[in-house]
């Protein structure tokens, strides 16, 4: 049977975090097992996201920007302009892919992509996510419910990183977080700089491939 297709969104402006929270629940406790695979490209406005299990001490002082509690799994993160955001609402159950899989199968699109821009990243098995040179460049966070997935990946392209200011990291003390465009300042400063729709069709076509490709997957 052939594999429904993957709808593909990409969304213009600054999102509101709640409402995309909000609208991907919906999507998932209504789909049916016909439903089509769908994956949002997006930016939120500056907000902090707690995980199902995080831990108020990793929100080092008050701030101003919004908490949201989320249903995710993972700590305490910042989302914000310039920080692309790549949620898949997947049927885990159709596509056969178990949780690691999900996981290991969305760090390895973020690697891949950083390759693209002749730049190394690597996942830690004991903290996902993508890294360059101990610094950490993508985020993941999931939520499954009856086999099928939502959330996703943030990746920071060109944002301020000050919104990480104010938290441990995805609940790591004193992680340091970097960005996409400072990589390439150092590691390539003849590079041109993507620009992060850019950056959202190359992943979009990497993450596309990945669904439509078991053989990738399995």
Known sequence: MNQPDLIIHQFDGLIDYATSFQNMKTLTENRQDTTSDELWLLQHHDVLTQGQAGKPEHILHSTQLPLVQSDRGGQVTWHGQGQ??????????????????LVTNTENALIE???????????????????????????LGFKIRRGRSYHGLAINIDCDLKGFTHINPCGYSGLRMTRLVDELRIQ??????????????????????QHQNRNDTE
């Not at 692309?84 to 899989?101: C, E, F, G, S, T």
């Not at 950083?114 to 993508?130: F, M, R, T």
């Not at 360059?132 to 993508?138: M, R, S, T």
């Open 84 to 101: 692309l955001i790549a949620y898949l609402l997947y049927d885990l159950n159709r596509l056969k892919w178990n949780v690691r899989q």
């Open 113 to 139: 992509l950083l390759s693209l821009y002749d730049i190394e990243a690597y996942a830690k098995k004991d903290a996902p996510g993508v890294y360059v040179n101990d610094a950490k460049i993508g985020s």
């Open 188 to 209: 390539h400063p003849n590079k041109p700089i993507p620009t992060l729709n850019q950056v959202a069709e190359q992943l979009s076509k990497i993450l596309l491939r």
